[in-house]
């Protein structure tokens, strides 16, 4: 129509039988008679697919370490985490799993594509040998890969799980700390009985590092705001949180209720203790009475 040739200009086409994405990198120049009309044209593409995925993985992970450097919500960078694997891969499901406070259980972190029914039965899942994919992986630290859940043994107890919401595959990795702590898990399901290709277990071990910094940095600011606002001998609020929950109490008051009490709890004949048997005895009684 214009005559004028067309260099580089990329598209996405969609394969109809399988309905993947293929980006393409295409050119086209008009042909010309002797008498200069157009009477077709010549064009050539070139597969730009795996480039373009390069792109936006690289983009992508910008963004999530951008959200945790502002302090995003976990929960939020660990969605936007999955759901990236997930783009960049066809055909599996991701699920991150953060192993509780206690150490022995994992809950539920993010996985935006699960049934949520799933998603339900396995929070609180324990940690240990035979504790399907994820839960072997937090108790050995190390990749779980599953291959056909229905015959492995490691999910004897979760197969009929698996098979009601078209589970056939598992490849779990654990997320650990900078120290080699397990923090959690990363898995990969599938709706195929297969192993992982050598693309996604790059993937997932992307995926375990951006996971590990992001709930590396929540726990360090739990443990920054826990020491500001507790004891640090006996674990107890301390002034500073007295004093804000006391003001939140007033305003209630106000509200709702005419009346707000303060208990106040002294030890009788502590000074006795701390000057006749020392400072780490008094330090003990005050921890004991603490944890009463």
Same mark, same amino acid.
Request: charged share 25%; hydrophobic share 40%.
């Given at each position: 129509?214009?005559?004028?040739?067309?260099?580089?200009?990329?598209?996405?086409?969609?394969?109809?039988?399988?309905?993947?994405?293929?980006?393409?990198?295409?050119?086209?120049?008009?042909?010309?008679?002797?008498?200069?009309?157009?009477?077709?044209?010549?064009?050539?593409?070139?597969?730009?697919?795996?480039?373009?995925?390069?792109?936006?993985?690289?983009?992508?992970?910008?963004?999530?370490?951008?959200?945790?450097?502002?302090?995003?919500?976990?929960?939020?960078?660990?969605?936007?985490?999955?759901?990236?694997?997930?783009?960049?891969?066809?055909?599996?499901?991701?699920?991150?799993?953060?192993?509780?406070?206690?150490?022995?259980?994992?809950?539920?972190?993010?996985?935006?594509?699960?049934?949520?029914? *799933?998603?339900?039965?396995?929070? /609180? $899942? !324990?940690?240990?040998?035979?504790?399907?994919?994820?839960? &072997?992986? #937090?108790? %050995?630290?190390?990749?779980?890969?599953?291959?056909?859940?229905?015959?492995?043994?490691?999910?004897?107890?979760?197969?009929?799980?698996?098979?009601?919401?078209?589970?056939?595959?598992?490849?779990?990795?654990?997320?650990?700390?900078?120290?080699?702590?397990?923090?959690?898990?990363?898995?990969?399901?599938?709706?195929?009985?297969?192993?992982?290709?050598?693309?996604?277990?790059?993937?997932?071990?992307?995926?375990?590092?951006?996971?590990?910094?992001?709930?590396?940095?929540?726990?360090?600011?739990?443990?920054?705001?826990?020491?500001? *606002?507790?004891?640090?001998?006996? /674990? $107890? !609020?301390?002034?500073?949180?007295?004093?804000?929950?006391? &003001?939140? #109490?007033? %305003?209630?008051?106000?509200?709702?209720?005419?009346?707000?009490?303060?208990?106040?709890?002294?030890?009788?004949?502590?000074?006795?203790?701390?000057?006749?048997?020392?400072?780490?005895?008094?330090?003990?009684?005050?921890?004991?009475?603490?944890?009463?």
């Amino acid at each position: 129509r214009t005559g004028v040739a067309m260099i580089g200009m990329e598209e996405c086409v969609v394969d109809a039988a399988s309905g993947k994405e293929r980006w393409l990198s295409t050119s086209k120049v008009p042909l010309r008679s002797t008498n200069d009309t157009v009477v077709g044209l010549v064009g050539i593409s070139r597969d730009i697919s795996a480039r373009k995925r390069d792109d936006f993985l690289r983009d992508e992970q910008t963004a999530i370490l951008e959200m945790i450097v502002v302090n995003s919500p976990l929960h939020a960078v660990l969605d936007r985490l999955v759901r990236l694997m997930e783009r960049q891969l066809v055909g599996v499901y991701g699920s991150i799993l953060l192993l509780d406070d206690g150490g022995t259980h994992l809950k539920h972190g993010a996985a935006p594509t699960l049934s949520q029914e *799933y998603c339900r039965a396995i929070d /609180g $899942l !324990p940690i240990g040998p035979g504790a399907g994919s994820c839960g &072997t992986a #937090a108790w %050995l630290g190390e990749s779980v890969i599953v291959a056909d859940i229905a015959s492995n043994p490691l999910w004897k107890n979760y197969r009929d799980l698996a098979s009601r919401h078209g589970l056939k595959s598992c490849w779990s990795a654990p997320v650990l700390s900078h120290d080699g702590i397990v923090l959690g898990t990363f898995a990969l399901y599938s709706a195929g009985v297969r192993h992982p290709e050598p693309a996604e277990i790059n993937l997932t071990q992307i995926a375990t590092r951006i996971a590990a910094i992001a709930i590396e940095r929540k726990h360090a600011e739990d443990k920054i705001r826990h020491m500001a *606002y507790h004891d640090m001998l006996t /674990g $107890l !609020p301390n002034r500073i949180l007295l004093t804000d929950r006391l &003001t939140q #109490a007033m %305003l209630q008051t106000k509200r709702h209720n005419p009346w707000v009490s303060v208990l106040f709890v002294d030890l009788d004949n502590f000074k006795f203790v701390n000057d006749s048997l020392g400072h780490t005895a008094a330090d003990e009684l005050l921890k004991t009475v603490a944890r009463r």
